[in-house]
């Protein structure tokens, strides 16, 4: 049984950061791409960044470009999410995300469609 459990969310202010991380059991990452997404309250569930299963690629949305980064550590099971320069629109419950199935080297999806777990979220809110 796949799990996924995400941490390091909570409050601070514009222009500070945050570390998410996301801690996976009932698999081995190595095969997998991996993704963090958030939600915002009466919004839909939108992405944020992802990380083909080496490392070697990451795509990120435009609105986090150049303050996330996304990382991974396949031998520890973990996937991070460094958050700099925070604004208020990053304010939403941040999910970790897997495929069912490998995925190929260099590939690192976007949309949700391609995930089929997730965790159960980690609150980030950002005051002005």
């Known amino acids: 049984q796949v799990q996924l459990v995400e941490s390091g969310g909570g409050l601070v202010q514009a222009g500070g950061s945050l570390r998410l991380s996301c801690a996976a059991s009932g698999r081995s990452l190595s095969s997998y791409a991996m993704g963090w997404f958030r939600q915002a309250p009466g919004k839909e569930r939108e992405f944020v960044a992802a990380i083909s299963r080496s490392g070697s690629s990451t795509v990120y949305a435009d609105s986090v470009t150049g303050r996330f980064a996304i990382s991974r550590d396949n031998a520890k099971s973990t996937v991070t999410l460094q958050m700099n320069n925070l604004k208020p629109d990053d304010t939403a419950v941040y999910y970790c995300?897997?495929?069912?199935?490998?995925?190929?080297?260099?590939?690192?999806?976007?949309?949700?469609?391609?995930?089929?777990?997730w965790g159960q979220g980690t609150q980030v809110t950002v005051s002005s």
């Open positions: 995300a897997s495929p069912r199935f490998s995925t190929a080297y260099g590939y690192a999806p976007r949309s949700p469609q391609n995930y089929g777990y």
